[in-house]
């Protein structure tokens, strides 16, 4: 019994000490909340057009790997803002933060990690 | 038998003209100006060798154009006077008769038009002077004197100061009730140079590179005395419309760019400290100077940031160089930056024009009614500091221009020059939990580099910045307010340019839990410049 509890425990350990996975945490459809559901196999998706401060967004992907989230102005296209991101295929429920960018009109995009547009959405910052 | 019948004919037409007395009426002075007073007289000339002894005369004047101020009887001693008036009636004179035959109006009103002599007119007044004596008036007698104001025609509905008086008959009569023939000696009074008056609907055109945000700027319109008369915002498109100004008087314009804009600490970056610096080294200092590598003369106006009469040398660079690494000088400078605001402002035609050494910013102007041009002002303003004008008007004027005069020049920096160049800039979460934020570049040249990032100080802390842009690079950071970085490279002798890779990355720490980093950092400024000048513009895909 003694060493069944000691596989356990180190078995434990073990699992604890594992690196996290570099990838984001796969989710279900079922967890995606309806106003971030995309019916496509790619694409973008912000839960309100109206931000003030931060929104909740699902970037749906292809594949595994590198990925690009961009903002761009509304108005000139200028690029103002880009993360590069490590995601799953399927969705991936992430964040934009706006608390920092004027109140304007702008266009979201997901690009892959050269640049090819995968999706688009525009937001307001108000 | 033809001759006989022409002479008769001739002695007929000079006993008839003979016979006409007449009603003579005409300015005593002259006006020139709204609100001047204009004195009309009315006189009797004796043309028939009747003996007048009652003359009755009536007029009417244009109330809109001219106010009553008082009249002046000149009737001789002894004689009787009366003045009548009456506000909004017009004459209607006699159909198919002729106007300035003044008994025939007499008679039309007095015998035949009824109640159909004059009509309703609320733009008119009719005066009515009647005298009277015993003994024949002179040939030239004045029957009265009228002051009026002259009123401005602004508004009134009338476009110019014609036939704003007439008179509409005149009962000239011997002392046995014979009426006198009798015409009047002009249809009708004009005045004519009429200045000054309400100049209606003003308007100011902003000129400024900085054409996002017209609603910032405010104007300021003086008059002769310094007193301000019109003050207030342009719109967004960069019009200001406004009133109350006066024709043919004298005012200045301003404009002036508000403090509290969110955008000052990107108006003098690294390509206007390469432009100082290489002026500084060209020895270029000013219109007196010898030698300069500016394309305008306002140019040493903007670079002299430390406000020593448009002197531009050492002091100045390493002035800006100060202010770009964040770094206090201890000095009073005129550099635009968050808070503030140097203005200059002028006339765009005229704008930074050069007379006699001096660069000058007139900003005069002077609206006249009959000039429509006369009501617009183009009015350009410019920022000390901003000498690639990047926030600013670029001088038009000739003589503003460094390349038209005979003044020795080097090689120019001008500051049209400018080139794009792909970056990538870009956030991530490192291994660590860290954001990092790369500014990746492969362009070469560049001897000086600005990025000025902004970043949301509630989610993220500025932990370090690394720089990786070469050994003698002189490289700056600093955080210019809570959650703007200003981050760059300069190399003050133009020989080092900055390395290609990665030469900034930027390391914050969250405080709070996140998952990615969508517009937790935006980039604002972010140029480039080359040793020769040129400004580069970064294009990120």
Known sequence: ?126 | MKKILLLLVSVMFTLSSYGQSSIDYSPVNTVTQVGDTLIMKFQYFKGDGNDLTLGQLDFEYNNKLLSYVSHESQAPTGASFARNNWTGYKFVPKADSDEDDMDVQYTWWKDEAGANSYETGADWSVERVTIQSASALENGQEFIKYSFKVKDKFGSGYSNYNDIIKVNWANYQESDGTQIQTTRSKDGQDLSGIEGGNAGNFVINLKTANTDNYTDYSYTVKNGAGESVATGTFDESGQASISGLENNVTYTAEANLTEAASYLDEVVTVSDLALVFAEAIGAGSGPSGGSTTFDYFVQDIMADVVGDGGVVDFQDSYEILAYLQGVDSSNTNLITQDGQTEDYSGIASTYGAVANDVVTFAKSFTPIDSDASSKTIDLAHGLVGDVNFSHSYTPVVESGGKSTSARQSSARYSKRDSEDANIDLISEINDEGQVVFSINSDVEGMVGSQFNIVYDPNVLSLENVIFDTGNTMTNFSNIVQNGIVRVGSFDQNFESTVKEGTPYKLIFTPLETIENTSGLISFRVKEGVKADGTKINFIIQ
């Open chain 1, 1 to 126: 019994m003694k060493k069944l509890l000691l596989i356990l425990l180190t078995f434990t350990i073990l699992i604890g000490c594992a690196k996290d996975d570099e990838f984001l945490e796969p989710i279900t459809n079922e967890e995606i909340p309806q106003s971030l559901q995309i019916k496509e196999l790619i694409g973008i998706k912000l839960e309100n057009t109206i931000v003030t401060d931060r929104v909740a967004m699902n970037v749906k992907l292809p594949l595994d790997g590198k990925y690009r989230i961009k903002i761009r102005h509304g108005i000139n296209n200028e690029l103002i803002s880009q993360e590069m991101i490590e995601a799953e295929e399927g969705d991936n429920l992430l964040r934009v933060y706006v608390a920092s960018l004027d109140k304007s009109g702008y266009m979201i995009q997901l690009t892959d990690e050269f640049h090819n547009v995968l999706g688009n959405q525009s937001f307001v910052v108000n």
